[in-house]
């Protein structure tokens, strides 16, 4: 297993992929600072600094996407298998690789916001509140990771796996985004419609993006609850796939 790891490990390091996806989501959180020093209203810093996260679910469903669709239909798997490896080893192993892209992306993102907009913004709520907030985007960066390293686990593909991991996101993103909008006209709580909404990665960020964790010790609940199905799955489907 940690000959395994350290041989994902090395080969995303060398990746043009995930070293594209980092640099990406840098110029993303930086750009997005910078419209926000645009803006006639006040701006408070808790509302600046996590603002990738609106498109950070579609830049880790795509990198993933990549990273993993092509083990199952470029032999990769298949070879692993032949050195001796286990598949819940392999699926172990890509999980690992998949939470560290999405963390250190999460993390390139977040400095960056926090670099360039600590001298420009104000923080209007407390210290804590944020890092509070921020820890939920932390868990919410796991939980997509394991979702996105499942769904290619059920494809047949590279190009298959990116397309339905993309599909995931934008309809994710689409369902989050008209579940807020029924939260904001309806009474305080929301009801089964706010658990939905927290239930899903995308929702979650939605509310880290928006500053707006009423209940977070329920969403880090559903993060850990969201990984673990994941996870399981993405391990059930392996052990039972047919590898040629």
């Not at 959180?29 to 006639?40: D, E, I, N, P």
């Not at 470029?74 to 998949?98: A, D, F, H, P, T």
Request: with cysteine.
């Amino acid at each position: 297993m940690r000959r395994l790891l350290a041989a994902d490990m090395r080969r995303l390091v060398r990746s043009p992929l995930a070293l594209g996806a980092v640099a990406a989501m840098v110029l993303v959180s930086a750009g997005f600072v910078y419209m926000q020093t645009l803006s006639a209203r006040e701006v408070g810093l808790e509302r600046v600094i996590l603002l990738f996260m609106s498109v950070y679910g579609m830049a880790a469903a795509m990198l993933l996407g990549l990273l993993h669709g092509g083990e199952y239909s470029e032999g990769m798997l298949r070879n692993k298998l032949i050195c001796g490896c286990s598949r819940i080893q392999v699926y172990l192993s890509q999980m690992l690789v998949s939470v560290v892209t999405c963390v250190v992306m999460y993390l390139a993102a977040l400095l960056t916001a926090l670099l360039l907009g600590i001298p420009l913004f104000d923080l209007h709520v407390s210290v804590g509140h944020e890092m509070l907030t921020a820890g939920i985007g932390f868990l919410c960066c796991v939980y997509y990771a394991a979702l996105y390293t499942m769904i290619p686990a059920l494809c047949p593909g590279r190009a298959v796996a990116v397309a339905v991991n993309m599909a995931a996101a934008m309809g994710m993103l689409m369902l989050s985004v008209s579940i807020s909008e029924i939260l904001v006209s309806s009474a305080p709580g929301g009801g089964i419609w706010q658990i939905v909404l927290e239930a899903m990665p995308t929702g979650q960020a939605v509310l880290v993006n928006e500053a707006a964790i009423d209940a977070p010790m329920r969403m880090a609940l559903l993060d850990m609850c969201g990984t673990t199905v994941c996870l399981c799955v993405g391990a059930y489907v392996l052990g039972s796939r047919d590898i040629r």
